[in-house]
């Protein structure tokens, strides 16, 4: 790492292997990746986090190994440039783990149990009191992952602000003890609150792969359509005469995330702002049908150029796979100096600490020097 690069921020981020992207990713921290990266006192590491995904999916890993190209054809569509931005495997870092082992020893499982993203993620499985030890765990990997690379921003959605506490709580024990070693790091949240937290389609709660409510990057324009106009409204604006509401009403929530002043020139001309239409929309004479039409012209928009960079991708495989390989290798070299400072702070770079290598020998050396004397008294 040259100079430049060392006075820079460090900024990461990654995603788990589950699925294809889709728009809740997107507002909640590509946008920002892809603004990010072109920030001059930023150094960004983008990592799709395949270790973390088999947690609660070790009996299907077909499921993680299929959907890691997919992942990276999204991040290089949505404008994550590998020249600008390191993008690399989870698994292919095996420093991470080793970081992981020494962290756990820093966090009780009472801690662990008391992490609201974890307990609300265990709801969400139904694990029961069938939770894997390592899935429990994730935080501290999560830890690992940011600390390894000297992270001092993570770029997120707030619900995982209490993963990157855990983190901060981690580092601070492990410097206390040790040394100033590790990095405390910050969240970066989106700028729009809307976008913290996307809904589903269905209004039920979060966009999500599991609950099969979500708008996919790679979706085709006839398929994002469709699901536009299924989207959920306001259940008592049976008439267009009726006054309608915006509270939980999916397709104004998603225009506060994606809406822009020039899309009403373009698409919606007879208004002026967002705040216009809804206030039509509240005191009645506006259908579901025209706000939900503005929005599909916007998401089309603003998808379009990302399927096209998807499309190039996917004709060149080999090159994602040349990227991937690329950037791990990079990160690997970032994250093993990262570890030899933890090793060397905790005391066990044995082979290499010629002080310790000369204290056991002039313990031994005395010993050997007092019992000679000692024969040579008795004799």
Avoid: W
């Amino acid at each position: 790492m040259d100079t430049k690069e060392q006075k820079k921020e460090i900024l990461l981020t990654g995603d788990r292997p589950t699925g294809q992207l889709h728009l809740g990713h997107y507002v909640g921290t590509l946008r920002k990746r892809v603004e990010l990266q072109d920030d001059p006192r930023f150094k960004q590491y983008v990592f799709i986090s395949d270790l973390q995904a088999l947690t609660d999916n070790a009996r299907d890993p077909e499921k993680i190994r299929n959907n890691l190209i997919e992942v990276a054809l999204d991040y290089l569509a949505v404008g994550i440039d590998p020249k600008k931005s390191t993008i690399f495997v989870q698994s292919q870092i095996p420093e991470l783990a080793e970081l992981t082992m020494y962290y756990m020893n820093l966090v009780t499982l009472a801690r662990l149990h008391r992490n609201p993203t974890i307990k609300s993620e265990i709801k969400d499985r139904g694990f029961g009191d069938n939770i894997p030890t390592g899935f429990m765990t994730y935080p501290i990997s999560q830890a690992a992952d940011i600390t390894a690379f000297n992270a001092k921003y993570v770029p997120g959605g707030e619900d995982q602000e209490p993963i990157i506490e855990q983190t901060r709580e981690i580092v601070r024990s492990f410097n206390n003890i040790y040394g100033k070693i590790l990095v405390e790091p910050y969240m970066i949240l989106p700028g729009n609150d809307v976008c913290n937290r996307l809904p589903g389609i269905d209004g039920k709660g979060k966009m999500s792969k599991s609950l099969g409510n979500a708008i996919y990057l790679a979706d085709e324009p006839s398929v994002i359509k469709k699901k536009v106009m299924s989207m959920f409204t306001d259940p008592l604006h049976l008439r267009i005469e009726d006054p309608g509401h915006l509270e939980g009403n999916i397709p104004f929530i998603y225009l506060k995330a994606f809406c822009k002043p020039e899309h009403f020139a373009k698409y919606l001309p007879e208004y002026k702002s967002l705040t216009e239409l809804e206030q039509h929309y509240q005191r009645g004479g506006l259908g579901d049908g025209t706000v939900k039409k503005f929005l599909n012209a916007i998401l089309q928009e603003e998808l379009q150029p990302i399927r096209e960079r998807r499309q190039f991708y996917q004709a060149n495989i080999e090159l994602v796979y040349n990227i991937l390989e690329d950037g791990s290798k990079e990160a690997r070299k970032v994250a093993a100096e990262t570890l030899k400072k933890v090793r060397r702070a905790i005391g066990i770079e044995y082979f290499d600490d010629a002080e310790l290598k000369r204290t056991y020998q002039n313990k031994y050396n005395n010993i050997l020097s007092q019992a000679a004397a000692m024969q040579k008294k008795t004799k």
